[in-house]
DNA sequence: TTGTAGGCGTTATCAC
DNA sequence: GTGATAACGCCTACAA
């Protein structure tokens, strides 16, 4: 509404304003709710209602009769401000519709409120679900997710550099074949302030990483394969990242040849697809003889194991569990499907996120933020 | 690198950064890069590079020996600079890590290059792949997507505001629950300066909706249906927002009505969820005499279908499509696995991602964005 | 508690 | 084709 050049003219934008106001139903719609106690915090007020755009904190501060600064420090918590500036205020606001421009602030305060999640490996459903939980909770603590689909590593790079210019506050990666190279090359040149790998574990030092207790984990997996007596159990392993993902495929393997005296096989899948784990597991019972066969696959997540019941279902025309058991890992959205009934472990994401929220605001941690812990949920896969 | 406050001391950068450059192998990469022709662009060159943060236009500037505001013509392209002054500008600016400041640009420019895209199903799998599309679409055209999760329409309310503050470009939904009222909220305040709905129709006069010709699917499968002899269909909606959502339903019933003389069936599940489906259609077969049971099942899209399935299935033990058939819409992950073998249809996302990107571009649009064509997919379930 | 100066890094516009 | 001026709207730091 207003033009750039122009300076500005808070005496008629009471006026203005009072057309736009009826129209949005806005101070009105303020002050009944004042009334009736539905709220007395005009930014929560503001927050469900529409405003106008184009008002600067100068318009309010004028119509407040009160400095710039002061509008300012109205809308943020903790500042000292007297009840009756803020009150003044917040009016002005309400009748204005002025909300703070988060673009202008940012680049003040070098604070975007962004971050960016970088996901590769959209054919995996439980990045629904990670999604799902880390855009809710961030949001309720005033960030805003720029998701970003990566297709290689490149790309990845490319678009971290992209958010180093958008000055996010953060770099969540969520994706399974990001390697350390691209986390050394984000911070070598300190293109990103923070990087934090969410859901699993990095080395890296310079990296937070944010994840559940795999050992711990993998290990109820692996006692509880042993427990209901599974003999020869074929380990499915995802993407071989350097040094990462091989914590759960490790801890099984160990754990089994602790408790029997005997190696377990593994095989890599190398992608956390449903239809690659599929191909997969057709391919390699096929070329294995019927009394080589494994009675359980215990897959690195539910991805795999989706894949790997629908082959031993539909390939092979066998039955899960009566002739080839699969745990999974995860729990995924369709893990509870009555198609597979997964026997899986669940990460407790919605804690993992917001403890994600304390890293961002900088609080120090006491807690080790690799070890939460989930449960582990028998269904009737294993 | 730089403080606050200081002055630009450029005669000091090229030495600072020398050593930083060493390190992120960036002059010399790009210069390698420039010898073996793998780019001439150095755009193209520091978008796959990491870059130093905090270098500003003015630093650049210096360096080269131009201006500020040429700088910037260096990097905007159609921007009417010299050859000479250019490759001068650029080199500066790979010796020195620069990339613009997206923020500040925004700021400037009143664009931030940001769209927000509102969801509020993620028990949908096929908002993965509408996500998978258009973040990597829209990222190749400029734009970043920032993904707000919403709980419910005051919820969205919230979104859309803080959408307005952050100045994105656009916002998009391709939820399921979104109504009228909230479009209109949106615009009448201009909030938001462009609302697109994506996948799917509104008849919002403001709003821009970017949708397959629901009709003409919605057609081909229910003579898709006829064709295959079906007798009993049973229509199974999803969400009944006022106006948007009922095409498909209307469609199908008025197709069969037309063809065979008598009214279908139909019952509304209320939410694109496979769990919500399965608990519907459990609950409505049950409640029928058998002789009143449908033979098809025509599901408004693929989660309800997902659903309906399991539960001919796994709760009445009966055989897709022997004894009851089923039709979904989308083409979502998983429509395809051997569990479902799917027939659906499928929308061209991809396509319309792009013309999205053309309309965020603000191009005259020639053609109808509200019929774009995709493809009927039979596989074993109807 | 409140007001002031200066700066954040870019872009629109216009003069040369 | 290039340089200069004046925003963009807010925040930090400090003074009153």
Redesign the pocket.
């Given at each position: 509404m207003?033009?750039?050049?122009?300076?500005p003219h808070t005496t008629h934008l009471r006026d203005k304003f009072t057309q736009y106001n009826r129209e949005a139903g806005f101070y009105d719609c303020y002050l009944y709710w004042v009334n009736t106690a539905q709220t007395t915090d005009i930014c929560e007020f503001m927050s469900r209602n529409t405003v106008i755009h184009?008002v600067?904190?100068?318009d309010v501060a004028a119509l407040a009769g009160?400095?710039?600064?002061?509008v300012?420090?109205a809308?943020?918590k903790d500042a000292?401000?007297?009840l009756?500036?803020?009150k003044k205020v917040l009016d002005a606001a309400a009748e204005l519709g002025?909300?703070?421009?988060l673009?202008?602030?940012g680049?003040?305060?070098?604070?975007s409120s962004l971050v960016s999640l970088l996901i590769d490996d959209f054919s995996n459903p439980y990045k629904l679900l990670m999604m799902e939980r880390l855009t809710r909770i961030l949001r309720t603590h005033g960030w805003g997710t720029i998701l970003v689909n990566t297709v290689n590593n490149d790309d990845a790079t490319d678009a971290l550099l992209n958010a180093s210019q958008r000055r996010v506050d953060a770099a969540i990666l969520i994706g399974s074949r990001y390697d350390e190279a691209i986390l050394t090359a984000a911070l070598g040149a300190r293109a990103v302030r923070k990087l934090i790998v969410f859901g699993r574990y990095s080395s890296h030092p310079d990296t937070i990483s944010i994840g559940c207790d795999d050992v711990s984990a993998m290990n109820q997996i692996a006692d509880h394969v042993i427990a209901r007596g599974y003999q020869r159990p074929l380990f499915l392993a995802g993407p071989q990242t350097p040094s990462a993902h091989l914590l759960r495929q490790d801890t099984f393997l160990k754990r089994w040849s602790n408790q029997k005296q005997e190696k377990a096989d593994y095989t890599t899948v190398g992608v956390y697809d449903p239809k690659a784990a599929y191909e997969h597991v057709c391919r390699v019972l096929g070329a294995l003889n019927k009394n080589q066969w494994p009675d359980i696959l215990v897959s690195e997540n539910d991805a795999i194991a989706m894949g790997a019941i629908d082959a031993v279902r539909y390939h092979f025309g066998l039955k899960v569990p009566h002739d080839i058991a699969v745990t999974g890992f995860d729990n995924a959205p369709f893990a509870d499907s009555p198609n597979y009934e997964l026997t899986t472990y669940r990460q407790p994401i919605s804690e993992m996120a917001e403890q994600l929220a304390e890293v961002l605001k900088g609080r120090q941690l006491t807690q080790k933020l690799n070890h939460f812990k989930g449960e582990l949920i028998i269904r009737t896969s294993a």
């Amino acid at each position: 509404m207003r033009k750039r050049g122009s300076s500005p003219h808070t005496t008629h934008l009471r006026d203005k304003f009072t057309q736009y106001n009826r129209e949005a139903g806005f101070y009105d719609c303020y002050l009944y709710w004042v009334n009736t106690a539905q709220t007395t915090d005009i930014c929560e007020f503001m927050s469900r209602n529409t405003v106008i755009h184009s008002v600067t904190a100068d318009d309010v501060a004028a119509l407040a009769g009160v400095s710039r600064w002061t509008v300012n420090r109205a809308f943020k918590k903790d500042a000292s401000i007297s009840l009756k500036s803020k009150k003044k205020v917040l009016d002005a606001a309400a009748e204005l519709g002025y909300l703070p421009d988060l673009l202008a602030a940012g680049l003040a305060s070098d604070k975007s409120s962004l971050v960016s999640l970088l996901i590769d490996d959209f054919s995996n459903p439980y990045k629904l679900l990670m999604m799902e939980r880390l855009t809710r909770i961030l949001r309720t603590h005033g960030w805003g997710t720029i998701l970003v689909n990566t297709v290689n590593n490149d790309d990845a790079t490319d678009a971290l550099l992209n958010a180093s210019q958008r000055r996010v506050d953060a770099a969540i990666l969520i994706g399974s074949r990001y390697d350390e190279a691209i986390l050394t090359a984000a911070l070598g040149a300190r293109a990103v302030r923070k990087l934090i790998v969410f859901g699993r574990y990095s080395s890296h030092p310079d990296t937070i990483s944010i994840g559940c207790d795999d050992v711990s984990a993998m290990n109820q997996i692996a006692d509880h394969v042993i427990a209901r007596g599974y003999q020869r159990p074929l380990f499915l392993a995802g993407p071989q990242t350097p040094s990462a993902h091989l914590l759960r495929q490790d801890t099984f393997l160990k754990r089994w040849s602790n408790q029997k005296q005997e190696k377990a096989d593994y095989t890599t899948v190398g992608v956390y697809d449903p239809k690659a784990a599929y191909e997969h597991v057709c391919r390699v019972l096929g070329a294995l003889n019927k009394n080589q066969w494994p009675d359980i696959l215990v897959s690195e997540n539910d991805a795999i194991a989706m894949g790997a019941i629908d082959a031993v279902r539909y390939h092979f025309g066998l039955k899960v569990p009566h002739d080839i058991a699969v745990t999974g890992f995860d729990n995924a959205p369709f893990a509870d499907s009555p198609n597979y009934e997964l026997t899986t472990y669940r990460q407790p994401i919605s804690e993992m996120a917001e403890q994600l929220a304390e890293v961002l605001k900088g609080r120090q941690l006491t807690q080790k933020l690799n070890h939460f812990k989930g449960e582990l949920i028998i269904r009737t896969s294993a």
